[in-house]
């Protein structure tokens, strides 16, 4: 069960947020703004896809690639797929199938990483992390670990199952992965316990370390998200609570070439100002990382830490209005010119099933935010960047109806940044 809070704000609450360490009221609009961003939007697959930090969409500097599970309608065998869209998203080629299950096993719960190999640094090799139930009473699940060569996506490895004895929560199973230059690849996973686990694996064909939880007191530790910066130091955000009504954020790292990972730093103290909370890292580089957070009924927020984690502030990007509310998970990215994307979608309290995924953007480190970019009916943003530090972003349509927002065929698109 995620963490579920209050579902009213009152004054007093929203006060008691302006204090130091909590969330800011929404800023001043500045004399002058960045410039909004352009897209182009196309249709790529159907399916259905879900992770923390928008990690179901992933680029290799010229390509991008998009997971998501396929269950075909009246049953059948299920499918876990994967879409390239090369020379920079322009153009997708057909969908490649990564493993296919019997009927009723496979989860939305999905993430993608493109990665390096160390004995041949020309190659990139995508790595893919997904939660499958064990049998159809779904009361046990794994964590399965695949990869392929770009240039043979057609020919994934045998998945391995990686969760070793730590068991894998059995409703929101999220999954985090990221993957180095040289190979390495860093896994987060939910456990059942609800602690986040983390495993390693020093290349593709390695056996990854017995999972192990984060460090520090965890206290219902959930929605999980992770980014290597330049220098191979990993950073990791995840939401906190340790009673009903409550939720936080914390932040931990991993230092290049070590195995143990730092005591978690609080960025935002438990609060009970919205219904629950969403994260995402991004890093600049090893000293400038980027928090994005969606408190669902507060706004949408970014952090920033310019001393490597050991100190945050925060910024306003955007706040609830009467038709217009933050929901559900958010992606940012960060180029190494303090440029920065991030999104989330807005649902509109007043028109049942009616969304918008809004895109911002900042040229100057999040001290000012554009006028957003609107994906009207779509949800579920997913941002990576080119090589030219151009966004990409994967989203669903939502349908209108309920039945069919979790349609396990929903038509996923592709927005590129002009």
Known sequence: MRAILVNTLSICLLTALLAVGTL????????SLPPGIAFSTQKVAKGLQRAPGGKVLAADGTNFYTAYTFIPRGGGEEFLMLSRGTNSGKTWES???????????????VAVAAGGDAADTTRKIIQLVWHQYDDNSHTKGSVYYSWADN?????????VKINGSAMPANSNSLVSIVAGRTGAIHVLFWGNDEKLYATTAQSRTSTFTPPAPLPGNPRYDTDPDMVLDGNGNLHAAFMFSDDPGKIGLRYTKKAAGSTTWMDPVVVLPLTNAGSSGFCSIAAQDENNIYIALQFDGVGLFVFSSANGGASWSQKAVAKPTATSNPSMHVSIAASPTKILTVGTNFDDPTSPGATAAKIFKSTDGGITWGTPATLSGHRSVSIALDGSGKAGIMTNLRKSTAAEQEDPNAELYFSKEK
Do not use: G, H, Q
């Open 24 to 31: 800011e009221s929404m800023a001043a609009t500045p004399d």
């Open 95 to 109: 969908p490649y199938t990564v493993i296919k299950v019997p009927p009723d096993l496979l989860t939305p719960y």
């Open 151 to 159: 240039t043979k996506l057609n020919k994934w490895s045998i998945p």
